[in-house]
């Protein structure tokens, strides 16, 4: 008798094995996790040449080109581009000059707008910056440049560099 005792507990244990886990030990506990995030102000610029080609200076014609400034500042940033009077000896917002052979210069002018009657510049001295408020993404804006017709200026290579600010 005792060998079939022994026998049934070793065939019973492998079932208690198999069993489930009993309820009580399948508690569990939660909490949360913050998360949070800042978006903070922010801008980039990029912007294209302005280039007014070939210029010739006794056809009595004006020469206009246009470049590109491109901003992107986070969505409902406010911005303010402004530009420099550039490099040129004696320029000011509304005279710009490229400089040229031994010092010669060639005068020029950038708007805001296509008409070309309003002077980009700083906001001072009656001339304008361009205003918006940021997207998240690109906002390109048309830079319109002018040179005066009938300038005797020196044959030559003629080169300005303009400083772009965007104020946010």
Avoid: E
Wanted: glycine share 10%.
């Amino acid at each position: 008798m005792k060998r079939f005792s022994r026998l049934a507990v070793c065939m019973a244990l492998p079932l208690t094995c198999a069993m489930p886990i009993p309820a009580a030990i399948a508690s569990t506990a939660t909490t949360t996790v913050t998360v949070t995030a800042t978006v903070i102000d922010a801008c980039t610029v990029d912007a294209s040449p302005l280039s007014f080609g070939n210029y010739n200076g006794i056809s009595g014609s004006m020469h206009d080109a246009v470049a590109v400034i491109t901003p992107t500042c986070t969505a409902g940033t406010a911005y303010a581009i402004a530009l420099c009077t550039g490099l040129g000896s004696g320029a000011s917002h509304a005279t710009r000059k490229l400089t040229g052979p031994d010092g010669a210069s060639l005068n020029y002018s950038i708007y805001t707008n296509s008409s070309r009657t309003t002077v980009w510049g700083d906001g001072t001295g009656g001339t304008s910056v361009v205003a918006a408020s940021g997207v998240g993404l690109a906002q390109p804006v048309q830079l319109h440049g002018r040179v005066p017709a009938a300038q005797t200026a020196m044959v030559g290579s003629y080169s300005d560099t303009i400083t772009v600010t965007v104020t946010y």
